[in-house]
Protein backbone atom coordinates (compact mmCIF):
# COMPACT_ATOMS: atom_id res chain seq x y z
CA UNK A 1 0.00 0.00 0.00
CA UNK A 2 0.98 3.32 -0.88
CA UNK A 3 2.05 6.21 2.00
CA UNK A 4 1.48 9.78 2.36
CA UNK A 5 2.97 11.89 4.53
CA UNK A 6 4.74 15.45 4.82
CA UNK A 7 8.07 16.58 6.66
CA UNK A 8 6.22 19.90 8.00
CA UNK A 9 4.58 17.61 10.67
CA UNK A 10 7.74 18.75 12.88
CA UNK A 11 6.88 22.16 12.91
CA UNK A 12 4.52 21.24 15.48
CA UNK A 13 6.81 21.05 18.39
CA UNK A 14 7.78 22.12 21.92
CA UNK A 15 4.89 22.18 23.83
CA UNK A 16 3.76 21.44 27.38
CA UNK A 17 0.72 19.41 28.68
CA UNK A 18 -0.58 19.42 32.02
CA UNK A 19 -0.17 15.89 32.95
CA UNK A 20 -0.98 14.70 36.77
CA UNK A 21 -0.92 18.44 37.92
CA UNK A 22 2.49 19.18 36.03
CA UNK A 23 3.67 20.60 32.98
CA UNK A 24 5.47 18.07 31.22
CA UNK A 25 6.64 17.46 27.66
CA UNK A 26 4.00 16.02 24.95
CA UNK A 27 3.90 12.88 24.87
CA UNK A 28 2.91 13.17 21.11
CA UNK A 29 6.29 14.32 20.13
CA UNK A 30 7.94 14.54 16.45
CA UNK A 31 9.77 11.62 16.91
CA UNK A 32 6.95 9.17 16.49
CA UNK A 33 6.20 9.89 12.79
CA UNK A 34 10.32 9.71 12.41
CA UNK A 35 10.23 5.60 13.72
CA UNK A 36 6.96 5.18 11.80
CA UNK A 37 8.34 6.46 8.26
CA UNK A 38 11.62 4.28 8.71
CA UNK A 39 9.31 1.10 9.59
CA UNK A 40 7.30 1.52 6.88
CA UNK A 41 10.16 2.29 4.58
CA UNK A 42 11.99 -0.62 5.61
CA UNK A 43 8.80 -2.66 4.85
CA UNK A 44 9.36 -1.26 1.35
CA UNK A 45 6.25 0.58 1.15
CA UNK A 46 6.67 4.04 -1.08
CA UNK A 47 5.99 6.86 0.89
CA UNK A 48 4.94 10.29 -1.18
CA UNK A 49 4.32 14.29 -0.16
CA UNK A 50 0.41 15.37 0.05
CA UNK A 51 -1.29 16.93 -3.13
CA UNK A 52 -2.48 20.84 -2.45
CA UNK A 53 -6.26 21.33 -0.86
CA UNK A 54 -7.15 24.54 0.06
CA UNK A 55 -9.00 25.62 3.10
CA UNK A 56 -12.14 24.85 1.75
CA UNK A 57 -12.17 21.47 1.68
CA UNK A 58 -11.97 21.45 5.66
CA UNK A 59 -15.43 23.05 5.78
CA UNK A 60 -17.65 19.72 4.92
CA UNK A 61 -15.72 18.80 8.61
CA UNK A 62 -14.96 21.48 10.55
CA UNK A 63 -16.99 25.56 11.28
CA UNK A 64 -15.41 27.58 9.85
CA UNK A 65 -14.71 30.08 12.35
CA UNK A 66 -12.85 27.41 14.18
CA UNK A 67 -10.52 26.78 11.59
CA UNK A 68 -9.97 30.44 11.25
CA UNK A 69 -9.04 30.55 15.10
CA UNK A 70 -6.14 27.90 14.63
CA UNK A 71 -4.79 29.53 11.73
CA UNK A 72 -4.30 32.79 13.36
CA UNK A 73 -4.11 31.69 17.33
CA UNK A 74 -0.47 31.55 17.41
CA UNK A 75 0.16 35.29 15.74
CA UNK A 76 -2.93 35.84 18.37
CA UNK A 77 -0.97 34.96 21.19
CA UNK A 78 2.29 36.61 19.75
CA UNK A 79 0.44 39.97 19.64
CA UNK A 80 -0.34 40.31 23.08
CA UNK A 81 3.10 39.73 23.87
CA UNK A 82 3.49 36.08 24.16
CA UNK A 83 5.45 33.62 22.79
CA UNK A 84 6.39 29.76 22.84
CA UNK A 85 3.25 27.38 23.71
CA UNK A 86 -0.20 28.51 24.61
CA UNK A 87 -2.44 26.59 26.55
CA UNK A 88 -5.89 27.62 27.95
CA UNK A 89 -7.13 27.96 31.58
CA UNK A 90 -10.62 28.17 31.83
CA UNK A 91 -13.72 26.89 30.18
CA UNK A 92 -17.07 27.47 29.38
CA UNK A 93 -18.40 24.81 32.14
CA UNK A 94 -22.03 23.77 33.69
CA UNK A 95 -24.20 27.15 34.05
CA UNK A 96 -21.80 29.34 31.76
CA UNK A 97 -22.17 31.46 29.25
CA UNK A 98 -20.89 28.38 26.66
CA UNK A 99 -22.24 30.10 23.22
CA UNK A 100 -20.32 33.53 23.55
CA UNK A 101 -17.07 33.66 21.85
CA UNK A 102 -14.96 35.79 24.12
CA UNK A 103 -12.40 38.58 22.24
CA UNK A 104 -9.52 38.08 23.92
CA UNK A 105 -7.35 34.93 22.99
CA UNK A 106 -7.19 33.34 25.91
CA UNK A 107 -11.16 33.42 26.34
CA UNK A 108 -10.97 31.86 22.37
CA UNK A 109 -8.99 29.32 23.47
CA UNK A 110 -10.84 27.88 26.25
CA UNK A 111 -13.75 28.49 24.18
CA UNK A 112 -12.64 25.90 21.46
CA UNK A 113 -10.34 23.68 23.62
CA UNK A 114 -11.56 20.64 26.10
CA UNK A 115 -8.65 19.91 27.77
CA UNK A 116 -5.06 21.67 28.80
CA UNK A 117 -3.16 18.96 27.10
CA UNK A 118 -2.97 20.48 23.72
CA UNK A 119 -0.40 23.17 23.60
CA UNK A 120 -0.40 25.29 20.21
CA UNK A 121 2.61 26.37 18.70
CA UNK A 122 3.50 28.27 16.14
CA UNK A 123 4.25 25.64 13.68
CA UNK A 124 0.86 23.83 14.92
CA UNK A 125 -1.07 24.70 11.88
CA UNK A 126 1.09 24.23 9.06
CA UNK A 127 1.98 20.97 10.80
CA UNK A 128 -1.79 20.34 11.26
CA UNK A 129 -2.80 21.21 7.90
CA UNK A 130 -0.28 19.28 5.95
CA UNK A 131 -1.63 16.39 8.15
CA UNK A 132 -5.20 17.09 6.84
CA UNK A 133 -4.12 17.41 3.29
CA UNK A 134 -2.01 13.49 3.96
CA UNK A 135 -6.05 12.14 4.89
CA UNK A 136 -7.14 13.99 1.90
CA UNK A 137 -4.60 12.52 -0.24
CA UNK A 138 -5.12 9.12 0.75
CA UNK A 139 -8.28 9.27 0.51
CA UNK A 140 -8.12 10.74 -2.88
CA UNK A 141 -6.46 7.72 -4.26
CA UNK A 142 -8.74 5.16 -2.85
CA UNK A 143 -11.18 7.64 -4.49
CA UNK A 144 -9.67 6.64 -7.51
CA UNK A 145 -9.58 2.65 -7.00
CA UNK A 146 -6.30 2.16 -4.65
CA UNK A 147 -7.62 -1.41 -2.35
CA UNK A 148 -5.47 1.04 0.45
CA UNK A 149 -3.63 3.54 1.56
CA UNK A 150 -1.99 4.69 4.64
CA UNK A 151 -1.49 8.61 5.69
CA UNK A 152 0.94 9.02 8.16
CA UNK A 153 -0.50 11.98 9.97
CA UNK A 154 1.12 13.94 12.56
CA UNK A 155 -0.52 15.49 15.09
CA UNK A 156 -3.37 13.22 15.18
CA UNK A 157 -7.23 13.95 14.63
CA UNK A 158 -9.76 11.90 15.70
CA UNK A 159 -10.48 14.25 19.29
CA UNK A 160 -11.09 17.03 17.21
CA UNK A 161 -14.63 17.91 16.57
CA UNK A 162 -16.83 20.38 14.38
CA UNK A 163 -15.35 23.32 16.27
CA UNK A 164 -13.34 21.63 19.19
CA UNK A 165 -9.60 20.75 19.10
CA UNK A 166 -7.99 18.63 22.19
CA UNK A 167 -5.99 15.35 22.90
CA UNK A 168 -2.92 16.69 20.83
CA UNK A 169 -5.48 16.92 18.28
CA UNK A 170 -6.60 19.85 15.88
CA UNK A 171 -8.13 18.86 12.36
CA UNK A 172 -9.83 15.51 12.24
CA UNK A 173 -7.68 14.16 9.53
CA UNK A 174 -10.54 10.41 9.69
CA UNK A 175 -13.66 12.67 8.90
CA UNK A 176 -11.67 14.79 6.65
CA UNK A 177 -11.09 11.41 4.80
CA UNK A 178 -14.65 9.99 4.94
CA UNK A 179 -16.06 13.45 3.92
CA UNK A 180 -13.67 13.36 0.84
CA UNK A 181 -14.71 9.49 0.12
CA UNK A 182 -18.23 10.47 0.31
CA UNK A 183 -18.05 13.52 -1.98
CA UNK A 184 -16.02 11.01 -4.24
CA UNK A 185 -18.87 8.68 -5.20
CA UNK A 186 -18.89 6.74 -1.80
CA UNK A 187 -22.75 6.59 -0.33
CA UNK A 188 -21.44 5.16 2.53
CA UNK A 189 -18.45 5.37 4.87
CA UNK A 190 -17.70 3.73 8.29
CA UNK A 191 -15.22 5.14 10.29
CA UNK A 192 -13.37 2.30 12.75
CA UNK A 193 -11.61 4.09 15.53
CA UNK A 194 -9.19 1.44 16.88
CA UNK A 195 -7.03 4.06 18.98
CA UNK A 196 -6.93 3.44 23.23
CA UNK A 197 -8.87 6.65 23.35
CA UNK A 198 -12.11 7.55 22.44
CA UNK A 199 -12.79 9.04 18.87
CA UNK A 200 -14.83 11.89 20.51
CA UNK A 201 -14.45 14.63 17.53
CA UNK A 202 -14.88 11.80 15.32
CA UNK A 203 -18.32 10.70 17.16
CA UNK A 204 -19.15 14.93 17.17
CA UNK A 205 -18.85 15.23 13.65
CA UNK A 206 -20.78 12.69 12.24
CA UNK A 207 -23.44 12.18 15.11
CA UNK A 208 -26.81 13.03 13.17
CA UNK A 209 -25.49 11.33 9.79
CA UNK A 210 -26.81 8.31 8.94
CA UNK A 211 -24.44 8.21 5.65
CA UNK A 212 -21.21 7.90 7.70
CA UNK A 213 -21.03 5.13 10.31
CA UNK A 214 -18.77 5.77 13.18
CA UNK A 215 -17.37 2.35 15.03
CA UNK A 216 -14.86 3.05 18.36
CA UNK A 217 -13.36 0.26 20.75
CA UNK A 218 -11.31 2.09 23.34
CA UNK A 219 -10.27 2.07 26.75
CA UNK A 220 -13.77 3.01 28.95
CA UNK A 221 -13.63 6.57 29.43
CA UNK A 222 -14.92 5.47 33.48
CA UNK A 223 -11.41 5.94 33.99
CA UNK A 224 -9.90 6.65 30.75
CA UNK A 225 -9.99 9.99 28.63
CA UNK A 226 -11.43 11.69 27.29
CA UNK A 227 -13.79 10.84 30.13
CA UNK A 228 -17.18 12.47 28.62
CA UNK A 229 -17.88 10.62 25.71
CA UNK A 230 -17.14 7.03 24.68
CA UNK A 231 -19.70 5.23 26.35
CA UNK A 232 -22.19 2.37 24.82
CA UNK A 233 -25.69 4.00 25.00
CA UNK A 234 -24.00 6.98 22.64
CA UNK A 235 -25.61 5.68 19.35
CA UNK A 236 -26.14 8.89 17.48
CA UNK A 237 -29.18 11.41 17.52
CA UNK A 238 -31.84 12.36 14.59
CA UNK A 239 -31.25 11.12 11.43
CA UNK A 240 -28.28 9.30 12.72
CA UNK A 241 -29.91 7.32 15.35
CA UNK A 242 -28.21 3.72 15.50
CA UNK A 243 -25.07 5.21 13.40
CA UNK A 244 -22.31 5.39 16.05
CA UNK A 245 -21.03 2.50 18.21
CA UNK A 246 -19.09 2.34 20.86
CA UNK A 247 -17.21 -0.46 22.58
CA UNK A 248 -15.64 0.51 25.88
CA UNK A 249 -13.19 -1.94 27.22
CA UNK A 250 -11.52 -2.47 30.71
CA UNK A 251 -7.99 -1.26 31.60
CA UNK A 252 -5.69 -4.39 31.28
CA UNK A 253 -8.22 -5.93 28.37
CA UNK A 254 -5.61 -8.60 26.34
CA UNK A 255 -5.97 -9.71 22.91
CA UNK A 256 -8.28 -12.48 23.54
CA UNK A 257 -10.63 -9.20 25.19
CA UNK A 258 -9.95 -7.13 22.96
CA UNK A 259 -10.06 -9.72 18.82
CA UNK A 260 -14.02 -10.40 20.57
CA UNK A 261 -14.95 -6.87 20.42
CA UNK A 262 -12.98 -6.42 17.33
CA UNK A 263 -15.12 -8.91 16.04
CA UNK A 264 -18.20 -7.31 17.24
CA UNK A 265 -17.18 -4.01 15.40
CA UNK A 266 -16.74 -5.51 12.32
CA UNK A 267 -19.71 -7.25 11.81
CA UNK A 268 -21.56 -3.47 12.83
CA UNK A 269 -19.70 -2.24 9.64
CA UNK A 270 -20.66 -5.30 7.56
CA UNK A 271 -23.96 -4.80 8.60
CA UNK A 272 -23.46 -1.25 7.19
CA UNK A 273 -22.33 -2.18 4.24
CA UNK A 274 -20.44 0.74 3.33
CA UNK A 275 -18.62 1.79 -0.08
CA UNK A 276 -15.33 2.73 1.88
CA UNK A 277 -13.90 1.91 5.32
CA UNK A 278 -11.28 4.49 7.15
CA UNK A 279 -9.43 2.95 10.09
CA UNK A 280 -8.44 5.55 12.80
CA UNK A 281 -4.87 3.84 13.74
CA UNK A 282 -3.58 4.23 17.06
CA UNK A 283 -1.65 2.10 18.26
CA UNK A 284 -1.38 3.22 22.19
CA UNK A 285 -3.71 -0.34 23.25
CA UNK A 286 0.02 -1.48 22.91
CA UNK A 287 0.99 -2.89 26.59
CA UNK A 288 4.48 -0.53 26.26
CA UNK A 289 2.31 2.80 26.00
CA UNK A 290 3.26 5.10 28.61
CA UNK A 291 -0.12 6.49 29.08
CA UNK A 292 -2.12 3.96 28.07
CA UNK A 293 -3.29 0.32 30.17
CA UNK A 294 -4.46 -2.39 27.01
CA UNK A 295 -2.27 -5.43 27.16
CA UNK A 296 -1.86 -5.57 23.45
CA UNK A 297 1.98 -7.31 22.43
CA UNK A 298 3.85 -6.73 19.07
CA UNK A 299 2.62 -9.91 17.47
CA UNK A 300 -1.21 -8.58 17.61
CA UNK A 301 -0.91 -5.71 15.04
CA UNK A 302 -0.44 -7.96 12.18
CA UNK A 303 -3.84 -10.19 13.42
CA UNK A 304 -5.61 -6.67 13.63
CA UNK A 305 -4.35 -5.72 10.03
CA UNK A 306 -5.45 -9.22 8.92
CA UNK A 307 -9.18 -8.83 10.42
CA UNK A 308 -9.73 -5.65 9.04
CA UNK A 309 -8.38 -7.02 5.48
CA UNK A 310 -11.22 -9.29 5.63
CA UNK A 311 -13.55 -7.02 5.59
CA UNK A 312 -12.67 -6.52 1.59
CA UNK A 313 -13.30 -2.75 1.81
CA UNK A 314 -10.96 -0.11 0.06
CA UNK A 315 -9.42 1.06 3.20
CA UNK A 316 -7.85 4.43 3.92
CA UNK A 317 -5.66 3.95 7.34
CA UNK A 318 -4.98 7.48 9.03
CA UNK A 319 -2.57 7.35 11.87
CA UNK A 320 -3.63 8.22 15.48
CA UNK A 321 -1.89 8.14 18.51
CA UNK A 322 0.59 5.47 19.87
CA UNK A 323 3.02 6.99 22.86
CA UNK A 324 5.54 4.05 23.16
CA UNK A 325 8.02 6.00 20.89
CA UNK A 326 10.51 3.39 19.92
CA UNK A 327 8.33 0.38 19.10
CA UNK A 328 5.44 2.37 17.15
CA UNK A 329 7.06 1.96 13.92
CA UNK A 330 6.72 -1.59 13.96
CA UNK A 331 3.54 -2.01 15.36
CA UNK A 332 2.27 0.35 12.43
CA UNK A 333 3.92 -1.72 9.88
CA UNK A 334 2.69 -4.77 11.52
CA UNK A 335 -1.03 -3.49 10.98
CA UNK A 336 -0.23 -2.35 7.65
CA UNK A 337 1.50 -5.59 6.30
CA UNK A 338 -1.09 -8.07 8.36
CA UNK A 339 -3.70 -5.80 6.06
CA UNK A 340 -1.67 -6.76 2.77
CA UNK A 341 -0.49 -10.12 3.81
C1 LIG B 1 -4.63 10.90 19.79
C2 LIG B 1 -4.47 10.46 21.22
O1 LIG B 1 -4.10 9.33 21.47
N1 LIG B 1 -4.70 11.39 22.15
C3 LIG B 1 -4.59 11.05 23.54
C4 LIG B 1 -4.65 12.25 24.42
C5 LIG B 1 -4.47 11.90 25.85
N2 LIG B 1 -4.23 13.06 26.62
C6 LIG B 1 -4.46 13.00 28.03
C7 LIG B 1 -3.90 11.77 28.63
C8 LIG B 1 -4.22 11.66 30.09
C9 LIG B 1 -3.64 10.35 30.49
N3 LIG B 1 -3.64 10.13 31.86
C10 LIG B 1 -2.44 9.42 32.21
C11 LIG B 1 -2.64 8.24 33.05
C12 LIG B 1 -1.32 7.54 33.10
N4 LIG B 1 -1.47 6.22 33.63
ZN1 LIG C 1 -5.07 7.59 21.80
Known amino acids: MRVVHSPRHALHDGGMELHRGELVPCFEMPARADFILQAVRQAGLEVSEPQAFGLESLWGVHDAGFVEFLRTAHAQWRAIGKQGFMLPSGFP ?42 ALTAAAWVAEGERSAYALCRPPGHHAGHSTYGGYCFLNNAALAAQHLRERGCARVAVLDVDYHHGNGTQDIFWERADV ?40 TTWAQYSAALDSALDAVARFGPDALVVSLGVDTYVGDPISAFALEREHFPLMGRRLAQLRLPTVFVQEGGYAVEDLGLNVAGVLEGFDA
Do not use: K
Request: glycine residues 16%; negative net charge.
Open 93 to 134: ARGMRRDHLPSGINGQMGYYAFDAGTPIVQGTWDAAFAAAQC
Open 213 to 252: LVVSLHGTPETEYPYFLGYADERGAGAGEGFTHNFPLPRG
